[in-house]
């Protein structure tokens, strides 16, 4: 036992009881002081009203806006690239590792991961620019419709 450890003493020792605690609290809380009154249903349904009003203002800008989800940019690059990334650094760790078990001397897991990566990247973006011209030769073809 080290010197900050002292024995339990025979209270401490003790099994409590099952009698519920009191809570100690001050007497100058329960004693002379009031409670507030209540909210009524008048006055939740007024803010319910307001609160409603908003959210409705918000879903109208919401489907106006309407962005694509492919056009979003993660850090800077394009979804698909992201993706594209990603995939390639688990990939290229998991390369390393099979090439360990096949006994194969490998480079360092980070340089798999990084290469991988670079590659899905390049895929991701060959996709990426697979949608954009498919995108906007829609946008010619609307256009031309609409022209005639």
Do not use: W
Request: charged share 30%; glycine share 8%.
């Amino acid at each position: 036992m080290s010197e900050n450890q002292q024995p339990l003493t025979e209270e401490e020792q003790a099994v409590p009881s099952a009698e519920p605690m009191e809570p100690d609290l001050p007497e100058a809380v329960g004693a002379g002081e009031e409670t507030l009154p209540a909210e009524t249903d008048a006055d939740l349904s007024a803010e319910d009203e307001a609160e409603d009003a908003e959210t409705e203002d918000e879903e109208l800008e919401a489907e106006e806006e309407d962005i694509d989800p492919a056009d979003v940019k993660i850090f800077g690059m394009p979804r698909v690239c992201f993706h594209g990334a990603a995939f390639g650094v688990a990939g290229g760790y998991i390369l390393c590792g099979l090439l360990g078990l096949a006994g194969i001397p490998a480079p360092s897991p980070t340089v798999c991961a990084i290469a991988c990566a670079v590659v899905g990247y390049f895929i991701g973006k060959y996709f990426d620019k697979k949608r954009l011209a498919a995108k906007e030769a829609e946008a010619a073809a609307e256009a031309a419709d609409g022209a005639e």
